[in-house]
């Protein structure tokens, strides 16, 4: 595991771990953990920026079956406070910054500090203590710790609350594990991987996926602030064959890529897979990009909180939507729908997908479907969907609940877009209602 240094230009590395020891940091944050306070079942905020110290955490957490919770800085302060508050985590583990948020806002929680403080500044913050200070100086553990059972709580993920207000989504731990082997059989990852993480999920991914992760220089609530060169010499210092950042860093890097050095741009080249989701990626984009990188096949995966991933889709396979939205030499239009949406690919390994039509009164039929131009609503099944939303029982019903008879399996339905395809193609599209299968596909697990 690499830390790219975050005070210099994003071109030197801070931080880097081999396997045996970030093993030994996790052991020793687990027991240094348990020796204050922390035990199985008990839920831990971690208001920590990515990187190897969050990573260290994580995996120390879930060693000790402790249940961690995330929530997206990107909330605002009023967010966070509503979510933490919803989610009443017994620690906070963070930052001098953010522990200062939580003593202020309130915020629930035994406070813990990543860095070691002096007596005056743990008083000032009330911390109880530095996790860190004692696990860096004893890199092994003395706890044993049982592992923990596979239907037992392992996370409260917060949603980035752009549909409404932030839900926390539970995942157990079998729940974490069906993620981590979604991700690893749809895009190959295999012990020796190396990935370039602009993306908290897919950094805090990477050891349980046995690929070798570097942070490289950014702001991940900003991710505008990942540049070509960042990004190249995070690629440069692990030889990374997979990357994954959002389209809005994407865009940054190719408006910056004219500032890459010969040495950075063989780095790139060197890399086979590119990942990004979380918006729509314009073809343009996807265009230029595969001139950074020649040899690597794009891909814009689509998922949500409550299901990371459900679908994929290549940039080889956008263009083959993009030709067939266009009139041929005969002049037919094999998919009149492609010029109005956003192709979203295949479900993802594990993952499954149906229609319960609507009927003429607006239920959903008791009965799913797999044919083109059937408009309803959408069913998505995983070993990797959600367990649950955390206190939200009624939003939780609403999510869970199917036709009756059919299989129970998460229910959702798109508003505005929604999913449409023709030949054997499932597409997002900005008609709504329309829905259409079978080869591709777009589908979301909650009513928006």
Same mark, same amino acid.
């Given at each position: 595991?690499? &830390?790219?240094?975050?005070?210099?230009?994003?071109?030197?590395?801070?931080? %880097?771990?081999?396997?045996? %020891?970030?093993?030994?940091?996790?052991?020793?944050?687990?027991?240094?953990?348990?020796?204050?306070?922390? $035990?199985?079942?008990?839920?831990?905020?971690?208001?920590?920026?990515?990187?190897? #110290?969050?990573?260290?955490?994580?995996?120390? *957490?879930?060693?000790?079956?402790?249940?961690?919770?995330?929530?997206?800085?990107?909330?605002?302060?009023?967010?966070?406070?509503?979510?933490?508050?919803?989610?009443?985590?017994?620690?906070?583990?963070?930052?001098?910054?953010?522990?200062?948020?939580? $003593?202020?806002?309130?915020?629930?929680?035994?406070?813990?500090?990543?860095?070691?403080?002096?007596?005056?500044?743990? #008083?000032?913050?009330?911390? =109880?203590?530095?996790?860190?200070? +004692?696990?860096?100086?004893?890199?092994?553990?003395?706890?044993?710790?049982?592992?923990?059972?596979?239907?037992?709580?392992?996370?409260?993920?917060?949603?980035?609350?752009?549909?409404?207000?932030?839900?926390?989504?539970?995942?157990?731990?079998?729940?974490?594990?069906?993620?981590?082997?979604?991700?690893?059989?749809?895009?190959?990852?295999?012990?020796?991987?190396?990935?370039?993480?602009?993306?908290?999920?897919?950094?805090?991914?990477?050891?349980?996926?046995?690929?070798?992760?570097? @942070?490289?220089?950014?702001?991940?609530?900003?991710?505008?602030?990942?540049?070509?060169?960042?990004?190249?010499?995070?690629?440069?210092?692990?030889?990374?064959?997979?990357?994954?950042?959002?389209?809005?860093?994407?865009?940054?890097?190719?408006?910056?890529?004219?500032?890459? @050095?010969?040495?950075?741009? =063989?780095?790139?080249?060197?890399? @086979?897979?590119?990942?990004?989701?979380?918006?729509?990626?314009?073809?343009?984009?996807?265009?230029?990009?595969?001139?950074?990188?020649?040899?690597? =096949?794009?891909?814009?995966?689509?998922?949500?909180?409550?299901?990371?991933?459900?679908?994929?889709?290549?940039?080889?396979?956008?263009?083959?939507?993009?030709?067939?939205?266009?009139?041929?030499?005969?002049?037919?239009?094999?998919?009149?729908?492609?010029?109005?949406?956003? *192709?979203?690919?295949?479900?993802?390994?594990?993952?499954?997908?149906?229609?319960?039509?609507?009927? &003429?009164?607006?239920?959903?039929?008791?009965?799913?479907? #797999?044919?083109?131009?059937?408009?309803?609503?959408?069913?998505?099944?995983?070993?990797?969907?959600?367990?649950?939303?955390?206190?939200?029982? +009624?939003?939780?019903?609403?999510?869970?609940?199917?036709?009756?008879? @059919?299989?129970?399996?998460?229910?959702?339905?798109?508003?505005?877009?929604?999913?449409?395809?023709? $030949?054997?193609?499932? #597409?997002?599209?900005?008609?709504?209602? $329309?829905? *259409?299968?079978?080869?591709?596909?777009?589908?979301?697990?909650?009513?928006?």
């Amino acid at each position: 595991m690499v &830390d790219m240094d975050t005070k210099g230009d994003g071109t030197q590395v801070a931080v %880097q771990l081999t396997w045996e %020891q970030l093993a030994d940091r996790v052991d020793a944050a687990a027991a240094q953990l348990h020796e204050l306070g922390v $035990r199985p079942g008990d839920r831990v905020n971690l208001m920590v920026p990515p990187g190897s #110290r969050l990573t260290t955490l994580i995996y120390a *957490c879930l060693k000790l079956g402790a249940v961690i919770v995330v929530a997206d800085t990107g909330l605002g302060l009023k967010g966070l406070t509503r979510a933490l508050k919803g989610a009443n985590p017994q620690f906070i583990v963070g930052i001098p910054a953010a522990l200062a948020a939580a $003593r202020s806002l309130l915020w629930p929680g035994q406070r813990i500090s990543v860095e070691p403080l002096n007596a005056f500044q743990e #008083r000032l913050l009330g911390v =109880s203590g530095s996790v860190f200070a +004692v696990a860096q100086k004893n890199q092994t553990g003395t706890v044993e710790f049982p592992a923990p059972a596979p239907d037992a709580d392992a996370a409260v993920l917060y949603t980035s609350g752009s549909t409404g207000p932030a839900k926390g989504v539970v995942y157990t731990q079998r729940q974490l594990a069906g993620m981590r082997d979604a991700i690893a059989h749809t895009y190959g990852f295999e012990e020796g991987s190396a990935l370039v993480a602009g993306f908290a999920p897919f950094a805090l991914l990477g050891p349980a996926l046995g690929a070798t992760s570097v @942070t490289p220089k950014m702001d991940v609530t900003k991710p505008k602030t990942l540049t070509a060169t960042a990004l190249a010499s995070a690629a440069e210092a692990i030889d990374a064959s997979t990357v994954f950042a959002s389209p809005a860093a994407l865009v940054n890097v190719v408006a910056t890529a004219k500032e890459l @050095t010969e040495p950075q741009r =063989s780095a790139l080249a060197k890399v @086979t897979t590119v990942l990004s989701a979380g918006a729509p990626i314009p073809v343009p984009l996807l265009q230029v990009l595969s001139q950074l990188v020649p040899n690597a =096949s794009l891909h814009t995966p689509y998922g949500m909180t409550e299901g990371l991933p459900v679908t994929d889709v290549s940039f080889e396979m956008i263009q083959q939507a993009i030709s067939e939205g266009a009139p041929n030499s005969q002049g037919d239009v094999l998919d009149p729908f492609a010029k109005d949406g956003v *192709c979203v690919g295949y479900p993802v390994y594990g993952a499954a997908v149906a229609i319960a039509a609507l009927q &003429d009164d607006g239920t959903p039929a008791t009965e799913t479907t #797999r044919k083109p131009g059937v408009t309803g609503e959408i069913l998505v099944s995983a070993p990797h969907v959600k367990d649950r939303y955390d206190t939200l029982w +009624v939003t939780e019903e609403e999510s869970i609940s199917t036709p009756a008879g @059919t299989t129970p399996v998460m229910l959702g339905i798109w508003t505005l877009p929604a999913v449409c395809g023709l $030949r054997g193609g499932w #597409r997002m599209c900005f008609s709504p209602l $329309r829905v *259409c299968s079978p080869r591709w596909l777009l589908s979301s697990p909650q009513k928006l």
